[in-house]
């Protein structure tokens, strides 16, 4: 693993400016590459989709994801195709979306969704064996605030086996809709119902497991609120 880093620096990577694959053509007003924008995009994901190419043919695989301050993170078992290959510096493509909405329009050509979506292109990087505990922490504290504490922690054997990946966010681009349809002027009188179905994602209540005998934490018991 040649491109392992052995420490995790603290600093934001620098913001590349649109590159070809990144410039957006279709609705360009909708674009918004504001990295705080693309933090929140990835902070609200449990999954992003990471897209390459092997010597197979090319594949997108869902898994989980975090992030590290200007860094996306994803990891795997070691045996596993998406990290062997992708260890090997490989040129991957991850995205993300959100839906926020259906938008319902008074023609069928101008229905639309509401969204916010990223597009993140790089290599990634192996994380060192002395920062996997740190990073695999980081991401429990995404999953639920304060579980660290509480559970086993991850022990040499199971560290070993997995590999942890990160990808500065430099090269990437965001695009985004809301409001209610844009209908053309001949279409308003099209006896229609026009409007948005807004859609969210919603948590309900914890189901505890049969052999659980501890009283549900706060992350646990504010899960549904």
């Not at 229609?192 to 914890?206: F, N």
């Amino acid at each position: 693993m040649s491109n392992s880093i052995p420490e995790i620096a603290d600093e934001e990577s620098k913001v590349q400016a649109p590159s070809l694959r990144t410039t957006i053509k279709r609705i360009p007003k909708n674009a918004n590459n504001e990295q705080e924008f693309l933090h929140a995009i990835i902070d609200e994901a449990y999954v992003c989709h990471v897209a390459f190419t092997d010597e197979h043919g090319s594949h997108c695989i869902p898994t989980a994801c975090w992030r590290e301050h200007n860094h996306l993170y994803i990891h795997g078992a070691n045996a596993s195709r998406m990290m062997k290959q992708l260890v090997k510096g490989t040129q991957a493509c991850i995205t993300i979306t959100h839906v926020d909405g259906l938008v319902l329009a008074r023609s069928a050509f101008n229905h639309s969704m509401n969204y916010r979506s990223a597009m993140i292109y790089g290599v990634f990087e192996v994380v060192g064996a002395e920062q996997k505990a740190e990073s695999m922490a980081a991401f429990m504290e995404k999953i639920a605030p304060g579980r660290q504490a509480e559970i086993r922690a991850g022990s040499y054997a199971e560290l070993a086996g997995t590999t942890i990946l990160r990808m500065p966010l430099v090269e990437f681009m965001c695009k985004t809709r809301s409001g209610g349809p844009n209908d053309d002027e001949e279409d308003m009188q099209q006896a229609a119902w026009a409007g948005v179905l807004p859609i969210r994602v919603a948590h309900d209540a914890p189901i505890a497991h049969e052999q659980n005998t501890q009283a549900a934490p706060a992350y646990v018991s504010a899960w549904n609120d």
